[in-house]
């Protein structure tokens, strides 16, 4: 191409670099491309097919100069018409009129022109996608230059998806690192370090802090009568009412086998208990609403709580709301114990608690 053509095609791959390594999602990362695209070939529509290995297919994942809706469902089989075709042989096709294929996919409805230019997408040495343009805007057809151009266009977002794809796999990561696979809530160690993060938070605000311990009464009786899936379903819908009774700045988690932990910033005394009771009986009428308990007679919970004092550490107020937690189970079950300002005897040791998975009760 002309070196003026080449510099102003050198600018566009500049910014639009620019553009995409600044998008974490592949959805804009392949409409950041389709854009330029179509500015830099003069094609009113624009296209980026990938590949899905879960369906084997090509799916149209962004499109300029035409809704996304109209094609959103559309699959092409690799090797079908022209974009599956340069799927399958990695290579660049310019197509003078569609017309003359014997199968003319649905995208190829949309447009007005005959004209069509197709580019593979490679990304870490394999073919991922295509980018296509049709519809020129001087009605001509697609020339080696325009062609040349999409494949610049087209190592740009490889490499963009690369990178996208990389965001994502470290989102999924931190994800499963984080939650709970079976109940959505946040794990073990997650509570670990937000209880610890929100007890320095509120030792520096001078604000209150309660933890709230909640363990579902006879877990294993549950188990061994109805199965391991029912005890499950159990699970799942404790944690889906505990997510609708807390507030969004508090942390809910599953602490370990059949208990719950909930740390809940700026909290009374006089709060939490109400928070705690409506938790209990919100559970204790689930069975009514969720059909994912109906085989159960009823499932109820304990709840145990407590307040920070001053100058109290993560390990001491947890063991607290524990035993607080205990004299719940004690007292007969589905019930709720605030612990009290003064210390307390413990009803068992509870060294280690912290950092330990509790049994199963």
């Known amino acids: 191409m002309p070196f003026p053509a080449a510099d102003a095609l050198f600018v566009d791959l500049y910014k639009l670099a620019r553009r995409v390594g600044r998008s974490a999602e592949t959805d ?22 990938l590949y899905r290995p879960d369906e084997h297919r090509l799916a149209v994942t962004a499109a300029c100069g035409y809704a996304l809706e109209a094609v959103k469902d559309v699959r092409i089989q690799p090797g079908e018409w022209v974009m599956g075709h340069v799927y399958t042989c990695g290579r660049a096709v310019v ?25 593979p997408i490679v990304a870490e040495g394999r073919v991922v996608g295509v980018l ?35 965001e994502a796999e470290t989102r999924r990561l931190t994800h499963a690192a984080t939650i709970d696979a079976l109940t959505g809530l946040f794990n073990r160690q997650s509570f670990d370090v937000r209880l610890r993060e929100e007890i320095e938070r509120a030792k520096r605000l001078s604000a209150t802090l309660a933890v709230l311990m909640i363990d579902i009464d006879d877990f294993k009786a549950i188990n061994d009568t109805h199965g391991h899936p029912v005890g499950d379903a159990a699970l799942q819908a404790v944690s889906d009412v505990l997510r609708s009774v807390v507030r969004v700045f508090d942390v809910c988690a599953r602490f370990g086998g059949d208990e719950f932990a909930i740390v809940m910033p700026n909290s009374e005394r006089a709060s939490i208990s109400a928070a705690a009771e409506r938790i209990r009986e919100r559970i204790a009428t689930s069975g009514e609403r969720d059909a994912r308990l109906s085989g159960l007679q009823h499932v109820t919970v304990s709840v145990g709580a407590a307040t920070m004092r001053t100058g109290e550490t993560a390990e001491e107020v947890v063991q607290r709301a524990d035993e607080s937690l205990y004299r719940a189970k004690a007292a007969g079950k589905n019930c709720v114990r605030v612990a009290s300002a003064r210390a307390i005897k413990a009803l068992r040791p509870a060294a280690g608690r912290f950092n330990e998975r509790p049994p199963s009760r």
């Open 28 to 49: 804009a990362v392949c409409q950041r491309v389709v854009e330029q695209a179509s500015r830099t070939v003069g094609a009113e529509r624009v296209a980026i097919a």
């Open 132 to 166: 296509s343009a049709t519809d020129k805007v001087d009605d001509g057809t697609f020339t080696r230059q325009d062609v040349a151009a999409l494949r610049a266009i087209s190592g740009v977002a490889a490499l963009g998806l690369v990178a996208a794809r990389g």
């Open 95 to 119: 197509v003078r009129d569609v017309r003359r294929f014997r199968a003319i996919s649905p995208v190829t409805r949309l447009y007005r022109g005959v004209s069509f230019a197709a580019v």
